[in-house]
């Protein structure tokens, strides 16, 4: 179509933590996403407002990545040309982010969302089941698909302002062509063994008991480890919530007394099965041959990994060949979070992206 404007995608990147590297050679961009290491976080939020301050930006503390991986230092990513933007946030995370719901159904309305064109990327602090409750109450009506994570330390920022409870959110319109959400799940069901959780602490996220016995004890007897091993298996063995169709990835944290503390909420009565590591090499290849089957022509992609999934392909050696096979579907760059976002969900060890036709 002639006129037509693309969406592009710009990632800059300092390893140093030099803010003014990492914008070099963007020009005129809509929207910035700044992702850096929690130590500057803070006076990178100003630095950049001071430099675009006309620009719409969204922010979080966490290791960022393209064709490598950032970890202490900083990146950008703007999208510029095709894109129709509003960026806002969600205050009292902890508590109430429902309060603040007028702002996302103003800023649905501004940017004209639409299902098949708009998405929204989230950073959150933290009690990300309730946010996410509050983002699905305005964005599920309207049909439109969300990606996110939880940033590091709890830090986020919006044009310039820094806050340490709250979702930040840039709602992003595809001016000529769709948008699409994915998310990976390099997990698969270890037997056939179902748990009701028990004696759960919602606020701790933990899980007291499974089917009536300490749950610590049930993890240890089905996998054979002993107690010290049990916050490394997590890695080749979490839980799983089954949620419909769709299974929600529950990561291990730490043992408490005979209870195990996860890094997700789970409640009373939640069925709860036993996941283990599949062939993930295979499943990455099977997500980048469907984004190409649903888009033959991409211009941009933004993803949002897992820590853990980061540090179990970095143990394996595949972390860079992971990025290099994302880099083949064209621009790719995103931020390795602490809990992801699809949707209404809250999941840890994913991959969540969107794709940009």
Known sequence: MSGERIVKQFFGMSQSGDLKEAVSGMSSPQLIILLSNSAQFESHVKTLQGMYPKVPSIGCAGMSYSTKIVEKGVSVVAFYDGVTVAVNVLEQASVMPVKYIRRLEKDVETVRASSKDTVCIDFCSGNDACVLNTFSSVLKRNGISLVGGTAEEGKVSVNGTVYTD?????LIKNQSGRVKAYKENIYHQKGSARFVASATDKANYMIGQLNGRPAKKVYQELLHISEQEIQTQTFKNPFGKINGTDTCIISLKEVNGNALSCF??????DVLILLELGDYRAIVK??????????????????INCLFRYLLFNENHYMQEYLQEMAALGNHAGV?????????QFVNQSMTCVVFE
């Open 166 to 170: 709250a979702a930040v959110y840039a």
């Open 286 to 303: 099977r997500t980048i041959q469907n984004i190409y089957k649903d888009f033959p022509r991409i211009s941009a992609v933004f993803s």
């Open 264 to 269: 997700r909420q789970v409640n009373d009565s």
């Open 336 to 344: 390795v979070g602490y809990g992801e976002h699809y949707n209404n």
